[in-house]
């Protein structure tokens, strides 16, 4: 499994990437969105992969970032949405807009990326709405979606299942995990985040 490309930009069209690893050119799919971020041909890249293998097909996608990653694996986990779908949805919004609009509902949000119907909207807001977290920033404000299985996730979970509603559960482990930095372990996230939740 090829899990991240560090190389140099190749070469680039209105889907793709090729990524020069070591004399080997990896073609690589990529949201417009990341594709513009590339930077250069002969520039060093460097992006999160995830490898996708049907009966008929074998594929690299790249991102520019984990979050994205994250963004993607989630998409494709609701029936109807394809790699080119998630991408669609990737090149239009990006994961702190996909996690907002999820969170708020906003079908029409996601319904602006290309190859997305009204009812696909509707499904991916319906069957991503507890699967992805969403960390609030500052007084009502929206942040970065928390990834699925993380030490924040379940930290918020945990703070959760004490009582807390999900907006403080939210607040205080990103409080907690700003102070401790994204390595800390669990039981020293859910710690810390108890004790600013009951402050």
């Known amino acids: 499994m090829i899990a991240k490309l560090t190389g140099l930009l190749d070469s680039t069209a209105h889907d793709h990437a090729v990524i020069d690893v070591g004399g080997v050119g990896y073609l690589v799919f990529a949201s417009s969105r990341t594709l513009s971020n590339l930077g250069a041909r002969g520039d060093k890249v460097v992006l999160h992969t995830e490898m996708q293998v049907s009966e008929t097909d074998m594929r690299l996608i790249g991102f520019a970032s984990a ?8 998409l494709t986990s609701v029936q109807g949405v394809g790699s080119k779908v998630a991408l669609a949805i990737l090149s239009a919004l ?3 807009e996909l996690a907002r609009a999820v969170a708020q509902g906003d079908k029409a949000m996601i319904a602006r990326a290309q190859g997305v119907g ?3 909207a509707v499904r991916i807001c319906n069957e991503l709405k507890d699967k992805m977290g969403v ?3 500052g007084p009502g404000g929206m942040g970065a979606p928390v990834p699925v299985g ?3 996730a379940d930290a918020v979970s945990a703070l959760q299942n004490l009582g807390f509603k999900p907006a ?4 205080a482990v990103a409080e907690a995990e700003g102070e401790l930095g994204e390595g800390a372990s669990l039981d020293a996230l859910v ?3 108890l004790k600013k939740a009951a402050r």
Do not use: Q, T, V, Y
């Not at 979050?67 to 989630?74: A, I, K, P, Q, T």
């Not at 403080?168 to 607040?171: F, G, K, S, T, W």
């Open 191 to 193: 710690r810390l985040a």
């Open 67 to 74: 979050s994205e990653r994250d963004g993607f694996r989630l």
């Open 168 to 171: 403080e559960a939210a607040r």
């Open 118 to 120: 009204p009812k696909l």
């Open 150 to 152: 993380s030490h924040a």
């Open 135 to 137: 960390i609030a920033l």
């Open 94 to 96: 990006n994961p702190e």
